[in-house]
């Protein structure tokens, strides 16, 4: 039963130092406050060098607010305050907080551009050796965005001696090989460490260091750097093409998104959906709709679209089919200008009753941000997200025309409609459900557009061109084919767009689709068979 | 056997003496005074030459679809480069009264700093070899996509998307400003045509008979068209195109001469278009105007050519009336008449007597037998 007490007791003990620490004065507090309220800026050196070697975090915070110009006198009791972002002033010497007075007559405590420096310079210094790793490496890093670091060699060398944390030692050792390149008498030996550390960390200062050593006297260096810098080349270039193949690939998945459900509405019915565009609409506003319903949630909202998107523009489509057009099957053409027709009537239905103007889905946090995979390549969340999304929707679709009883009757109706009826699939039934599902997955692809483009009702007829050709370029009714066309005219637009801009880049690729209609009329992969004929 | 088929038959007198009646009607009025109260307004004569100028394209369109069976939801492209073909023309025209008054460079290229016309231009100072453009450019183009197109057996719907990527294609083209044609704004500020300005009356109306003259001339040569031999190969592919193929004609070949045609018609049409609207941009390029089009042909009633241009004129009334009293309803009205043509009128409006008059038959047969049981009954 001792056991316990001791540990609470010392626990205690603990909490009232620490409490101490923080209430304690700072010393020598009249020194500091005189050098700091004389009128001479010369005089504030004074306090400067009283607080260099005091490490405490109340003479940082001091120190901070003197270079940044939050430090205030109160120019009747002379007490110093640290102003805070908010309506707070910290007492500098004690650390007790009260709120700002409009009163009190406050002036700024003034400083030199040296002095700024230097206290910069020992804050710096400071933090490398903060017991704070976070701290360290931003200090750390901060030294490598100079050609010649602000710190000394000996400090550097002991730093790097007790140094454990691994990203701060490496920018510690590009520090140094900076230092090292910079002066002149340093030995080959000592250059070529430096060469190797500079590679490691080829960004601004450590490039332009590596392409001088390239250039020096010294031939056994200037070598070594050169194969350094081509090295550097070449993984810059590979960086380079993996990022254009990542925007291909993401961009790649929002066309197969649009175009999966018009190869299925195509395959199965023969009927082009012009509308299908508007459908993509109608999830991207499903999204915008829970959002604003449910305010704060910007996760859950998105989450919840992706099922409720299934729904609005599923049940639209439909709402279509029985509507409209299932009069006209049989009648492609037809079909064609009356669902055209249709989406101009959603298009402004949308512009009537939301707004003609623009609306922005926001992304919930997990989505934002980026994904740092070496330091010169790094991916976008909320794309490496719709990739994703992208690849699961495309198994539950492929999956669904391939495992269940829905998925067969969908087949069997697209290849030979009246043997299907012969054998007691009520085609009526698959029409309109099949319609459903392409409408649904359109609006589901509505809402992964959501988190990369604004959404408005012109929506639609910005994808309706693309989604087409990625069908008439992956063979019309194959899913495999929508997939392999999607992800390759995405990434040939990414590849075409630095060398030609974008508006020529798509130019290209949809004449390039034209002419390849031409050599194969039913696209890559075309259907075989008997389902090949009518 | 082949039975000649007249090209001046009984409706084609009609459609002809009606459009040439009104037309002089509408230049007279056009030309008398303006306190007269027979005047019509320059800006009325101006509004329904622009009218005739979408039925010359809309008889182009009824020639591939309603006689070929070919859905070209890109006839626009054609109507705008016949309009751009003309456009340089007036362009050159301008001459040193545009705001940078350089006497060779039209103002988009001095603003561009270009210091000389591209090749391309040449020769654009020229009516007659603008003229020759107007139908050189466009039937090129379609000879170039039609030969690739036909000549793989690409038809259907295949066909109707990958007209509306050209279509696209050149819109997106022509929005660049290094293409040389004014990017974004397209060619404006056109101030002559042959010496004469086009802000004056007399030239409005001079362009409004013009366009009528031409309207007659399409209408004519695509009614000698559908009325030859060839026609009836047309309707046979229209029909059953394997047949066709089997029996030895040259499906592709066929396909190939009407669609130049019926480009270089849409050529005509757009080039006329330019200087009664006095703007030619990457707009006309848009898929919407080729569909709305193709919308005109189906209300009208496709594969009768007179119904293409009543459609034309129906679906231009509408619009301009739609625009102007309510513009937000606009999309939908066009929405409605697509699907409601479509669902309702699969023969356009000058199907639309006799369908009546079916239902009606239909309505008669039904009452008749209805009493007939009553009758039985009692």
């Known amino acids: ?55 405490s975090p109340q003479a940082t915070a001091l120190l901070t607010a003197l270079r940044d110009g939050r430090l205030m006198l109160d120019r009747e009791s002379g007490t110093l305050y640290i102003a805070d972002t908010g309506d707070t002033l910290t007492n500098a010497l004690t ?82 090989a900076l230092l090292t390149s910079a002066e002149t008498q340093s030995s ?22 590596l392409e001088k050593l390239a250039r020096a006297d010294n031939a056994t260096v200037a070598t070594t750097a050169s194969e350094a810098l081509y090295r550097l080349r070449v993984k810059t270039e590979w960086a380079g093409f993996a990022e254009t193949l990542f925007f291909g690939l993401s961009l790649g998945s929002i066309m197969v998104l649009a175009a999966i459900g018009l190869t299925i509405t195509f395959g199965v019915m023969g009927v082009i959906n012009m509308a299908h565009g508007e459908m993509m ?69 949308v512009r009537t009753l939301i707004s003609p103007m623009n609306r922005a889905v926001a992304s919930p946090e997990f989505m934002s941000g980026m994904w740092q995979i070496s330091s010169n390549f790094s991916l976008t969340c909320n794309r490496v997200y719709i990739i994703i999304f992208c690849m699961i929707t495309f198994g539950l679709i492929y999956a669904a025309m391939h495992k269940t009883r ?129 | 056997m082949f039975v000649e088929e007249k090209v001046f038959d009984r409706s084609t007198a009609i459609f002809t003496a009606t459009v040439a009646v009104a037309a002089a009607i509408v230049t007279i009025a056009g030309l008398t005074p303006a306190n007269s109260p027979l005047h019509v307004s320059s800006y009325i004569v101006s509004l329904l030459g622009k009218y005739i100028t979408y039925a010359i394209l809309a008889l182009a369109v009824d020639l591939v679809w309603g006689y070929l069976g070919i859905l070209s939801l890109g006839h626009g492209a054609f109507f705008a480069l016949g309009g751009y073909a003309l456009g340089m023309y007036l362009m050159r025209q301008i ?109 409005r109306v001079a362009l409004f008979a013009a366009s009528a003259i031409m309207l007659l001339c399409a209408y004519l040569v695509c009614r000698s068209v559908v009325a030859s031999r060839l026609g009836r190969v047309c309707v046979a592919i229209r029909d059953a195109e394997s047949r066709t193929r089997f029996i030895g004609y040259r499906v592709e070949n066929v396909k190939l001469a009407v669609f130049t045609l019926s480009a270089m018609i849409a050529g005509v049409g757009g080039a006329l278009y330019v200087p009664q609207v006095g703007i030619i941009n990457p707009g006309e390029f848009a898929p919407l105007n080729s569909i709305e089009i193709v919308v005109c042909v189906a209300l009208g009633g496709r594969g009768r050519l007179y119904g293409a241009v009543i459609g034309a004129f129906v679906m231009n009334f509408i619009k301009t009336w739609f625009t102007a009293a309510m513009p937000d309803a606009w999309l939908f009205a066009l929405g409605m008449v697509f699907v409601l043509t479509t669902l309702f009128l699969p023969s356009g409006l000058i199907g639309l007597p006799a369908q009546l008059r079916r239902l009606l038959q239909k309505i008669n047969r039904r009452n008749h037998t209805a009493a007939n049981a009553k009758g039985a009954k009692a």
């Not at chain 1, 990414?494 to 031409?518: C, D, H, N, T, W």
Request: net charge neutral; charged share 15%.
């Open chain 1, 188 to 209: 080959t030996e000592d250059l070529l460490r430096a060469i190797t550390a500079l590679e490691k960390n080829a960004q601004g200062p450590a490039r332009q260091t």
């Open chain 1, 406 to 534: 829905l998925g067969l009757e969908v087949r069997a109706v697209s290849q030979n409609r009246s043997m299907a009826r012969a054998m007691g699939i009520r085609d009526a039934r698959v029409d309109a459900l099949t319609f459903g599902l392409g409408s649904g997955i359109a609006g589901m692809a509505g809402v992964a557009l959501s988190q990369i483009t604004n959404v408005g009702p012109n929506l639609g007829q910005t994808y309706i061109i693309d989604s087409f050709m990625v069908v008439v370029f992956g063979g019309v009714g194959n899913l495999w084919g929508t997939l392999v066309g999607g992800l390759t005219l995405g990434v040939a637009n990414k590849i075409l767009e630095p060398i030609s801009g974008a508006m020529l880049s798509r130019i290209i690729i949809l004449v390039g689709i034209i002419l390849f209609i031409q050599k194969r009329p039913r696209g890559l992969f075309p259907q075989k068979g008997r389902a090949a004929e009518g």
């Open chain 2, 95 to 203: 001459g040193a009264q545009g705001v940078y008054g350089n006497p060779d460079l039209p103002d988009f290229m001095v603003f561009l700093n270009w210091d000389s016309l591209p090749w391309y231009w040449l020769g654009s100072d020229n009516f007659l070899f603008a003229a020759l453009l107007v139908l050189l450019l466009p039937g090129l183009l379609a000879f170039v996509f039609g030969w690739l197109a036909f000549g793989s057996r690409v038809s259907g719907v295949y066909l109707s998307i990958i007209t509306q990527a050209m279509t696209y294609a050149l819109m997106l083209a022509f929005f660049r400003n290094e293409m040389g044609f004014g990017g974004n704004n397209g060619l404006t500020d056109f101030k002559s045509l042959l010496g004469f300005s086009l802000q004056s009356d007399s030239m």
């Open chain 1, 281 to 349: 609409m109608l999830g991207a506003y499903t999204a915008w709709g829970l959002q604003q319903i449910l305010p704060g949630h910007t996760g859950l909202a998105l989450l919840l679209a992706i099922p409720a998107s299934f729904m609005v523009s599923g049940g639209m489509g439909i709402l279509l089919e029985r509507t409209v057009i299932r009069f006209l099957y049989g009648r492609p053409l037809e079909t064609l200008l009356a669902t055209f027709g249709i989406s101009l009537i959603l298009q402004q239905a």
């Open chain 1, 95 to 176: 650390g007790e907080l009260i709120s700002k007075n409009q009163d009190t007559p406050l002036r700024k405590v003034g400083t030199s551009n040296r002095q700024r420096q230097e206290i910069s310079a020992i804050l710096d210094s400071r933090m490398l050796t903060s017991s704070d790793v976070q701290a360290r490496r931003i200090a750390a890093a901060a030294l490598t965005t100079t050609l010649t670091p602000a710190i000394d060699r000996e400090t550097l060398t002991t730093l790097l001696t007790t140094e454990k944390d691994g990203q701060t030692r490496d920018s510690l050792n590009t520090a140094w």
């Open chain 1, 1 to 55: 039963m001792r056991f316990p007490i001791v540990i609470l007791s010392f626990l205690l003990a603990i909490c009232l130092v620490s409490v101490d620490t923080k209430a304690a004065m700072l010393e020598p507090a009249t020194e500091l406050t005189t050098a700091l309220s004389a009128s001479s800026v010369s005089e504030r050196d004074k306090a400067i060098t009283l607080l260099r070697d005091n490490t």
